[in-house]
């Protein structure tokens, strides 16, 4: 795995607040995440159903209808800052410089449009005029790169299979040579042979276009396997973010140490460790840390006192400059500042 | 020795017309599958969609009638069993579904799903006595009946339905539960906690567990013994330890290696156990493009349908060590080690089983 962020930060989020409006008040989706991406990094954002990844997903790509409202916060993509963009600037964004291969691919392609159509439309909405045989051949380039035969241009999505329905949705996400590619659950409806065949092409593109990923999605195994840096979510917020082997090695929060040991591995056999309890609603979350009535090194403070994402210095760790690595929301790797 | 629990014996089963009918759909092919009376097992069955697990397991709950061989339970067909053995069948064998929404009525409580088997099998039980069963059902699942019951479905996570509906069954008081992919749709951190449940029941209860998953690291964790399915056909089945880690077969080869695992030392693609490649018969080839390809002709209902089903091997189109053989006539199982048997001309060297044998395997006797 190659070494994560070169440097340059192509994407930051701060104090990112999304919430939905409903009858029975607002559901704090996403409840002040802060992170950044760097240029040709791969982030992973894990989190269980309700903890707001998806969410986050579709506010970076400015997609949060009503009763959903982006309630403040700041995403910077390069110089831009995405929350201030009209909709039609906001429109031109996506695609061209990030972009959203989506959950469930399979839905979001037209029934009744061949496939080579649809790659087509993406390209044409974005750019002035390309002749016809510009356009089929751009079509055909970006099939090739999503290793798909050019014949698939002629298809329509029910002649194909899901893992050929996830290249096509890939080949769109990417027909605009995006700097930002956020994939969401993009392999969870795929068989795991399929699925490893899938993401081993979008890394491959991604590497091509040498754009960063955003890979959000449940499944830890997934997430080791393939990205830099893991975030992990709990109840609208990043609870701990860090390279991917640390995170595993060494969990920060209490949260991620319980969620890495619950997985099963083919190591062990017979042992299961769960989370006690259930994970909280976002209608009316705990006080404090979200996580507290679950955790089992709570504190007084950790029922009153929200923790807040900090840098964490290692113990044992001589390169000070390697602190901001890893983060965590948790009062026991806060220290005393208050 | 007593008549085996439940067996399926070379059931097969086909969906669609006649021989030469194209949408011919051979679903399970001659599977064998015994739970013994005299000792709980946990066996898992395992394979991708389109596998043919689900139909299997829908065989041994008596939902299907096979097509060709028998499924028995306690020794007899299950289509003759007479009136009070099949009430018998009907209680001593549960089953878990994979989608804890969907079996729900959203209209009644959830009291009522435990309610209506409790007076069902226990008619001799006075109202407090039923209710006190269910609260026992409830705590041995790990849930506060206080917290569960009185509520409607939609007020409960899908942990809690799950474990709900494993209370369920645990009230009919089984000898076997039939769990289909019960926690596929149910969140990492309390996925654990509904297989411990399921291997408690089994372990302090003496229930046998019939686990149905896509997922092999679940099924390694919990049970004894699996059976792999690729399009309708056991291809691989035995002791889950070598089965999953010194796998055989070539199809399930490719299938341990695609598995992502939680631990970024490994290199997704590499096998598990790489160490262990000397004691092999086989050296485990790389991947090939033909062995993992998700072209049209992988897609699941092109696949099941595809006429070539019943002769050869159902992995031939996509095995990087294909032979002509493979192709004409299909393999039958063959023993090739202790404990484990593949579905595979590279092992010809090795014996191959009878049914009763095969029946052996399956869950770990003999």
């Known amino acids: 795995m190659k070494p994560a962020v070169n440097g340059r930060t192509v994407l930051r989020v701060e104090g990112l607040r999304v919430h939905y409006h409903t009858a029975r008040g607002p559901v704090r989706a996403v409840e002040g995440v802060d992170f950044e991406l760097g240029a040709g990094e791969r982030l992973g954002l894990v989190g269980e159903s309700g903890s707001g990844k998806s969410t986050m997903a579709m506010a970076i790509m400015g997609l949060i209808r009503p009763p959903g409202r982006i309630e403040g916060g700041r995403i910077k ?3 831009l800052e995405l929350l201030t963009l009209s909709t039609e600037d906001m429109r031109r964004v996506r695609f061209a410089r990030i972009s959203l291969i989506p959950q469930g691919v399979m839905n979001s392609l ?41 014949a698939t241009a002629r298809m329509y999505p029910h002649e194909l299979s899901g893992g050929m329905k996830q290249r096509v949705g890939m080949a769109i996400a990417v027909a605009l040579r995006p700097e930002v590619i956020i994939a969401d659950e993009p392999t969870s409806a795929l068989d795991v042979v399929v699925q490893k065949r899938v993401m081993d092409t979008l890394f491959r593109v991604q590497q091509e276009l040498d754009a960063a990923l955003i890979l959000v999605g449940h499944d830890m195994g997934l997430m080791a396997q393939c990205v830099d840096r893991i975030g992990v979510m709990y109840a609208g917020r990043l609870v701990e973010l860090g390279p991917v082997q640390r995170l595993f090695d060494e969990p920060l929060h209490p949260y991620t140490r319980m969620l890495v040991t619950s997985l099963p591995s083919l190591e062990r056999k017979g042992v299961f460790r769960g989370i006690p309890g259930l994970p909280p609603s976002l209608l009316n979350p705990p006080a404090g840390c979200a996580f507290h009535p679950r ?19 290692e113990a044992g760790s001589a390169r000070e400059a390697s602190a901001s690595d890893r983060r965590a929301a948790c009062h026991l790797h806060s220290g005393d500042r208050s | 020795m007593n008549a085996p629990l439940l067996e399926a014996r070379s059931a097969s089963q086909v969906f669609g017309g006649g021989l030469f009918d194209r949408r011919r759909i051979v679903a399970v092919q001659e599977a064998t ?13 395992a394979g991708e969609s389109g596998s043919g697990k689900t139909t299997l397991a829908r065989l041994l709950l008596g939902m299907l009638a096979p097509t060709g061989g028998s499924v028995r339970f306690r020794g007899t067909e299950l289509r003759q069993l007479d009136r009070r053995t099949r009430v018998t069948f009907r209680r001593q064998v549960q089953a878990i579904f994979q989608d804890p929404f969907e079996v729900f009525n959203p209209f009644y409580r959830v009291d009522h799903t435990l309610t209506v088997p409790v007076a069902k099998f226990y008619p001799e039980l006075s109202r407090a006595q039923r209710w006190q ?79 149905i998953t896509h997922d092999l690291t679940t099924a390694y964790q919990l049970s004894h013994t699996i059976l792999i399915m690729y399009r309708g056909a056991v291809v691989e089945m035995g002791d889950v330890e070598r089965v999953i880690k010194t796998p055989r077969h070539p199809y399930t080869q490719l299938l341990v290696r695609s598995i992502p695992l939680p631990d970024p030392k490994r290199r997704w693609g590499e096998v598990p156990d790489a160490d262990r490649r000397e004691d092999e018969g086989l050296p485990i080839s790389a991947p090939t493009a033909a062995g993992e390809s998700d072209t049209p002709a992988d897609d699941v209902t092109q696949t099941e349908a595809s006429p070539g089903a ?55 006797g003999g």
Do not use: K
């Open chain 1, 77 to 79: 993509l390069g110089d």
């Open chain 1, 110 to 150: 037209n029934p009744v449009m061949r496939v080579g159509a649809q790659i087509a439309d993406t390209i044409q909405a974005h750019q002035e005029r390309p002749t016809r045989e510009e356009l089929a051949e751009r079509v055909r380039s970006l099939l090739t790169l999503v290793e798909l035969e050019a």
């Open chain 1, 295 to 313: 955790c089992p090194e709570v504190m007084d403070r950790c029922v009153s006192e929200t923790p807040r994402l900090e840098s964490v210095v």
């Open chain 2, 33 to 45: 599958l015994l739970l013994p009376d005299d000792q709980p097992v946990i066996v898992a069955i």
């Open chain 2, 133 to 211: 069963r269910i609260e026992e059902g409830l705590q041995a699942v790990g849930l506060r009946p206080e917290e569960t019951l009185g509520r409607y479905p939609h007020e409960l996570s899908g942990g809690q339905r799950q474990r709900i509906m494993v209370t369920r069954a645990l009230l009919a008081d089984p000898r076997v539960i039939v769990a289909d992919e019960p926690v596929s749709m149910v969140d990492a951190s309390l996925r654990a906690t509904i297989l411990e449940t399921l291997f408690r029941i089994h372990r302090d209860r003496g229930i046998s567990l019939v686990y």
């Open chain 2, 310 to 364: 019943d002769s050869g091997c159902v992995f031939a189109s996509r095995c990087p060590h294909v032979m002509p053989r493979c192709r004409e006539q299909r393999p039958s199982l063959v023993l090739t080690d202790p404990g484990r048997a593949a579905a595979c001309y590279l092992y010809e060297e090795a014996a191959v089983l009878s049914q009763e044998q095969v029946a052996q395997l399956s869950h770990g």
